[in-house]
């Protein structure tokens, strides 16, 4: 049965209320409810069976004995996979404080085939040596050894998506737009001089405003 975004509403309240997130994150995930975005449950996508997921659900480890993520809750869901807030079991275990990375699992049909896995894996290290203040880093790829599918690390970053504040201000003013642009112009213009690689899924969508109001491109998985 489907959540309505009023009764998601409520459950992120309820959330806020109980300490279980932060008002950053509530924002953020406030703003996809209110654009009639539903985060699956954990039934949901073990029954899912389009193949963009790998059958994990919120509490599930992921990885090897000596880098282990555990998932907190999904964040989004795209055509190139689901992606998840997740804790890092070692950073945890060796520091004593919880540091939160973003994991996106790739979907189980893409990387079925060898060849298929090796192109997104090769995709998935030239994106790592991605370095630029406004570029999501990519800090890994991994397998993770029980359920066999691929993951990739990334920074978490709070904020929402460009599109998810465009749909709650409408518009902007010219010098805001251009704050905007101009980051975006400098990474693309970074990622192609210094690594010939230029993002196909380009939309506003892909692009995070922190909440210091920084502009960030998160979606190099699928590129030229």
Excluded at 20 to 46: C, H, K, M, V, W
Excluded at 145 to 164: C, K, P, S, W
Excluded at 196 to 209: D, G, R
Aim: proline share 4%.
């Amino acid at each position: 049965m489907s959540t309505s975004p009023k009764q998601r509403l409520q459950e992120l309240k309820d959330l806020l209320e109980a300490g279980s997130i932060d008002a950053a994150e509530y924002a953020s995930l406030r703003q996809f409810a209110l654009n009639d975005f539903r985060a699956p449950t954990r039934g949901e996508i073990s029954a899912q069976g389009d193949g963009t997921d790998a059958g994990y659900g919120i509490g599930d480890m992921l990885g090897s004995d000596d880098r282990g993520y555990k998932l907190v809750r999904p964040l989004g869901q795209g055509g190139m996979g689901q992606v998840w807030l997740a804790e890092d079991l070692a950073e945890s275990t060796n520091t004593g404080r919880t540091r939160h990375v973003a994991l996106k699992l790739l979907p189980k049909h893409l990387t079925q085939d060898k060849r298929n896995a090796d192109l997104l894996l090769t995709e998935a290290q030239r994106v790592r040596e991605l370095r630029h203040p406004h570029i999501v880093a990519v800090y890994d790829w991994r397998q993770d050894l029980n359920g066999g599918g691929y993951f990739l690390v990334m920074e978490h970053i709070a904020g929402q998506t460009l599109d998810q504040w465009l749909a709650e201000h409408r518009r902007c003013d010219w010098d805001h737009a251009l704050d905007i642009v101009q980051p975006i112009a400098q990474a693309l213009e970074y990622a192609w001089r210094e690594h010939q690689v230029v993002p196909i899924n380009l939309k506003p969508a892909t692009f995070i405003l922190t909440e210091k109001d920084v502009v960030k491109f998160h979606n190099f998985g699928i590129a030229a």
